[in-house]
């Protein structure tokens, strides 16, 4: 997981740092046995406590890109949201896998 705090914003560090310290407790203790859905709701809680503090860090925005993967079923799930990419390496080709600011397409489930 990589995450990088909107420079525009207040505090773009401390966006950054909660985005990635807040992510594996908010996954472990979502109860559904659809990985997607733990990841979306995870995701969406972290979004909730950035927009939830108020003062002079008030709009903290941070970007993800994160892979999980499943090695019993052999699927990963790639997460983007903002300008961070996620590349793949095939024979010797680099394949960008992510798109920049795509909000409609948060998460992918692909086979690697």
């Keep these: 997981m990589v995450c ?9 560090y401390l966006a950054s740092g909660i985005a990635c310290e807040e ?15 733990r990841i979306i709701k995870a995701i969406k809680e972290i979004n ?8 002079v860090n008030k709009g903290l925005m941070s970007t993800m890109t994160m ?7 052999e699927f990963y799930y790639s997460v983007n949201i903002g300008d961070s ?3 793949g390496l095939k024979i ?17 489930l692909q086979r690697y």
């Design 85 to 87: 990419r996620l590349y």
């Design 23 to 37: 992510f594996i407790p908010a996954f472990k203790k979502i109860q559904d046995s659809v990985i997607e859905n």
């Design 92 to 108: 010797n080709e680099l394949i960008q896998l992510t798109q920049d600011e795509h909000n409609l397409q948060v998460f992918v």
């Design 67 to 73: 892979i999980i993967l499943d090695i019993v079923h």
């Design 48 to 55: 909730s406590k950035l927009l939830e503090i108020e003062g």
């Design 4 to 12: 990088d705090g909107v420079g525009s914003r207040p505090a773009d």
